[in-house]
């Protein structure tokens, strides 16, 4: 016959959190350092003891609750994990279905972005077209874009967003008929 666990009571939880919670925050941060997830693992161990309750002779021993800390970590980060795996599906599944299958529409979408491209080229000042080309014909975060044109990550996000408000007035212009 197994044994049942028994139910903790908040008041108990916060026992634990009296008597080992400065142990159970520095284990969390020995193992994480500065990461922002510390607070939630921290938070989360002490949800768990209300949900999942251990005896209390063995919550008095310290490689006890090191070994859930050290659990508890792991689970957080495979949740992370998880969440970033279904994020991704979703996305390609998206990209996917916006990309054309027909290559008459493929065709008119390379021709338009060529288009653009020239517009960028010619109309933007050099700086600015250089920011763009090398984030959406080159494919390049903002800190590569920044490492390759020498410049600060913050300049590159006032290239983009200058270059991309000009672009819209300049393609707005041309769909109304004024350009």
């Known amino acids: 016959m197994s044994k049942r666990r028994r139910i903790f009571k908040p008041t108990e939880v916060q026992q634990v959190y009296e008597k080992h919670g400065s142990f159970i925050y520095r284990v969390i941060q020995f193992h994480l350092g500065q990461s922002p997830d510390s607070d939630d693992i921290f938070q989360s161990f002490f949800l768990r003891l209300l949900e999942q309750p251990t005896p209390r002779k063995v919550m008095d021993n310290r490689g006890y609750l090191y070994r859930m800390i050290k659990n508890g970590i792991i689970n957080h980060y495979q949740r992370v994990k998880a969440y970033e ?42 700086h600015t077209a250089t920011a763009l080309k090398l984030r959406y014909n080159n494919d390049l975060t903002n800190g590569a874009i920044a490492h390759t044109m020498s410049v600060k990550k913050e300049t590159v996000c006032q290239y983009i967003s200058a270059g991309l408000k000009k672009l819209r007035k300049i393609l707005k212009g041309k769909h109304s008929g004024s350009g």
Do not use: H, W
């Open 85 to 126: 795996r279904r994020i991704s599906r979703y996305s390609d599944s998206q990209v996917s279905k916006t990309t054309p299958r027909d290559p008459a529409e493929k065709t008119m979408r390379i021709d338009e972005f060529k288009c653009v491209m020239g517009i960028i080229n010619n109309l933007l000042p050099a």
